[in-house]
Structures are given as structure tokens and as C-alpha cells.
């Protein structure tokens, strides 16, 4: 008896600890993470002062390298970064060039994101005083064009990416699920094919991180992702981004779209080289059917919509840009791409996440799994890449740090998941 009330003693005080410790960690992570603003009122004080004086929309950017000799590389630049669209790949991009030039970016507080997914607050920035003036965002936000407008000079390029949304729901669901409640009902051992085929039975538009798997690409770009897709305002915000954005990059021809950023902004090719980052396994990554797929693009009718047409538009770039030049260009890349490879990575490859032997190398992995990639840097490069090598490499939360980015919320929250083994 009194053995058994010991252990009863025992497992009610592991139980208090256990819901105290809860409590903390749901308390710390509704701090750390804001409430989804549905609204687009800006954030900041009316009296905060612009940039400079901001046109209504961007003024045009003329393409470069081919058309203008002698032209000066574009340092103003706002990157609109989506999500699982290959963005943390352009994100390192855009941290070297900002880097290897001295230029000011605006960036977070406390995390990786800007509140995400609360709209984007000139406020958000870290040290943002009225009127400072940024070189480059890239960040995650919930994009609100006028705070974004009031930070970066009138002739700065608008820059985003999008990708098919059958497959970035895909790699949504696989990703985030874990943090979406709703999904938390699926029982099956395919959990992303029992969704669809019946999601309006699982889904809540209200639900907590609903956000991240329906029409992804139109919350992050600021639009209601509930829209009823018969709704003229749905057109209405294409045209917008189109209006808003000089290029719109796709996912699935990340190279064609490089080649046509490289012309826009007219830097060199050494700016545009790259490693893929933040990639998953193969195991990791199931390819939707037939069927599954057209249920999840129906899903996402509103990303459908906003792909097509700037499928159709990156095709008119294409054409203008030369289908013969775009093909040696794209060559060319791949073949600096290769010998930065064979410079870089030790093994030539990407590898799990348990074979990384620098922590410093570590990329940030989804709840639950390491399925995410990264790379061994070869421990003998020559002094003229060393530098270019590591850089190519870091992945993003390393990478802000190097910059200098005040990330107490994220490295906290890794802590507690390291301590938890989540």
C-alpha cells in the first residue's frame, strides 16, 4: 500500500510539472507567435515617415544585360518570399549579394520571420526608425504592399516565386501539417490522400495554421485565401500582383528564372550561383497521383489561377528574352553551378540531416522528422572559393545570424525542441 501510494504521489507531481511546463510553452509560443490578422489596416503609426516620396505602384525596370551595355547592377529589391517554393535558395542568393556589397537590409526581431502570419509592419523591422531606408527585404511575411513600399526606394524591384500548388500543397501539408490541429483527425496511413478526398469534412477556415494548406501562395501574398474563386476580386488581385511585381519566378524552372533576374537586375553570373537548400529526402517526398492531384489543385483554385497566368506570362519573358540566348544561358549556369559543386560539397551531394557533421551546417527541420537535407563543406577549398563555398552553404537561420539578425524567439524555440526531441 504505501509502495503504491508513493507512485501514485510520484505520478501526480510529474503530471503538475508536466501541465506547468505546458502552460509555459503555450504561453511563450502565443507570444512568440502573433494572432492571424485578417484585416489590412497598416500597423504602423500614421505618423511614420516613407522612404522617400513612393509612386503607386513600382516604376518599370528595364531589362539589362542584353539590351543595355553597360548597365549598373540593381541593389533595391524586395523578395516577396512564398512559401516551399524554392525561396530559402533565393534567400541565400540575396544575402550574398547584400553582403558582398555592404548593402542594409531590413530585417526581423527576435525571429526569422516578420510576424508571419500577421501582415508585414515597417514597425516589424529590427532597429526600424521613421524614415530609415533598406536595400533589400527577403524575409517571410504576410505581404502588405504600402508598409513595404514606405521602406525601400521609388525604383526598387518587386521580385516573388511561385510554384504549381498541387505540389506545393504537397510539400505543405507534409511540412506544416504537424502544426495544423484539423489535421490532427486523420487516422490513415496516407494522411495527405484521405484529406482530399474529402477536405471540406477535415478543414476549418478559422482553425489554427489553417493557412498553410489552402491557397498558400494567396495568403502569403497578403489576398483572403477563402475567396470564393467566382469572385471578380480574384482576378482583381492578379492583375494587382502583376502591376506590383517586375518578376515572378517559377519554381520548376528555377534556372530559366535566374537567367531572367540575372538580365533584370544585371548582375553578374557568380551572383546567381547556387546550392539547392532546405530540400527534403526522396523517401520524404510522395508524388501525387493522377487523381490526388487534380483534387489538389481544385483545392487550391485560387493559386491555380494565379499560377496560370504567370505560368503564361514567364513564357512571354522567355520568348522576348530568346529561346536560343535562354538556352546558353541556362547552360552556362549549370555549368558554374557543377564546378562550385565539385569545389563545395564533400561527397558532391546533399545528405540527411544526421550525416551533417558541422552544426553550423544544420538546416532547420520540420516537428517531428529530419527530412530536410544539407551539406558537408569539403574541409580543403583554396582561399578563392572558401569563402564563396561557405556562404553558398549556411543555411538561413546560421546565415542571419553571420548578419547580425536579433533571433532570440527562434533560437529559444529551438532549445525547447531540442530539449523535448521534437
Not at 71 to 84: L, S
Not at 205 to 221: M, V
Not at 343 to 362: H, L, N, P
Given at each position: ?316 519573358k522567355v520568348e522576348a528574352f530568346g529561346r536560343e540566348r ?97
Amino acid at each position: 500500500m504505501l509502495l503504491q501510494k508513493k507512485r501514485w504521489e510520484s505520478m501526480a507531481k510529474g503530471l503538475v510539472l508536466g501541465a506547468l511546463f505546458t502552460s509555459f510553452l503555450l504561453l511563450l509560443y502565443s507570444y512568440a507567435v502573433p494572432p492571424l490578422h485578417t484585416g489590412l489596416a497598416s500597423t504602423t503609426s500614421e505618423g511614420a515617415a516613407p522612404c522617400s516620396p513612393a509612386p503607386s505602384e513600382p516604376e518599370p525596370v528595364t531589362s539589362a544585360n542584353g539590351s543595355a551595355r553597360g548597365c549598373q547592377p540593381r541593389r533595391d529589391i524586395v523578395f516577396m518570399k512564398t512559401h516551399k517554393t524554392a525561396s530559402s535558395t533565393l534567400l541565400n542568393i540575396l544575402f550574398r549579394f547584400g553582403q558582398k556589397h555592404g548593402l542594409k537590409f531590413a530585417f526581423p526581431n527576435g525571429r526569422n520571420d516578420f510576424d508571419y502570419p500577421a501582415f508585414f509592419a515597417r514597425s516589424l523591422v529590427q532597429d526600424y526608425r521613421p524614415g530609415a531606408c533598406f536595400n533589400i527585404i527577403c524575409n517571410h511575411m504576410r505581404f502588405h504592399y504600402d508598409e513595404v513600399r514606405g521602406l525601400v526606394p521609388p525604383n526598387a524591384t518587386f521580385i516573388t516565386v511561385l510554384r504549381d500548388p498541387a505540389r506545393l500543397f504537397e510539400s505543405s501539408f507534409h511540412y506544416f501539417g504537424s502544426v495544423v490541429p484539423f489535421t490532427w483527425k486523420l487516422s490513415g496511413q496516407d494522411k495527405l490522400a484521405e484529406f482530399l478526398q474529402d477536405p471540406d469534412r477535415y478543414y476549418d477556415p478559422h482553425g489554427y495554421n489553417a493557412h498553410y494548406l489552402r491557397n498558400l501562395l494567396f495568403f502569403d501574398l497578403g489576398y483572403d485565401s477563402d475567396l470564393d474563386p467566382s469572385s471578380p476580386q480574384v482576378q482583381e488581385h492578379i492583375l494587382e500582383v502583376e502591376r506590383r511585381f517586375h518578376l515572378v519566378l517559377l519554381q520548376e524552372y528555377f534556372d530559366e528564372s535566374l537567367v531572367l533576374l540575372k538580365d533584370l537586375l544585371c548582375w553578374e553570373l557568380e551572383d546567381v550561383l547556387y546550392f539547392k537548400l532546405n530540400a527534403r529526402r526522396a523517401s520524404a517526398v510522395p508524388r501525387l497521383s493522377g487523381e490526388l492531384y487534380r483534387r489538389a489543385t481544385a483545392w487550391n483554385e485560387l493559386d491555380a489561377r494565379l499560377y496560370r497566368h504567370f505560368n503564361a506570362s514567364f513564357w512571354r519573358k522567355v520568348e522576348a528574352f530568346g529561346r536560343e540566348r535562354m538556352a546558353r544561358e541556362v547552360a552556362a549556369l549549370r555549368r558554374a553551378n557543377e564546378r562550385m559543386r565539385r569545389i563545395c560539397i564533400d561527397g558532391g551531394d546533399a545528405v540527411d540531416a544526421t550525416a551533417i557533421q558541422d552544426a553550423a551546417m544544420q538546416p532547420w527541420q520540420p516537428l517531428g522528422a529530419k527530412s530536410i537535407l544539407g551539406y558537408n563543406l569539403k574541409k580543403s577549398i583554396g582561399r578563392r572559393h572558401a569563402q564563396l563555398c561557405r556562404r553558398m552553404l549556411t543555411p538561413e537561420i546560421q546565415y542571419l545570424t553571420d548578419l547580425g539578425v536579433n533571433l532570440w524567439v527562434t533560437k529559444l524555440w529551438k532549445v525547447i525542441r531540442d530539449f523535448l526531441q521534437w
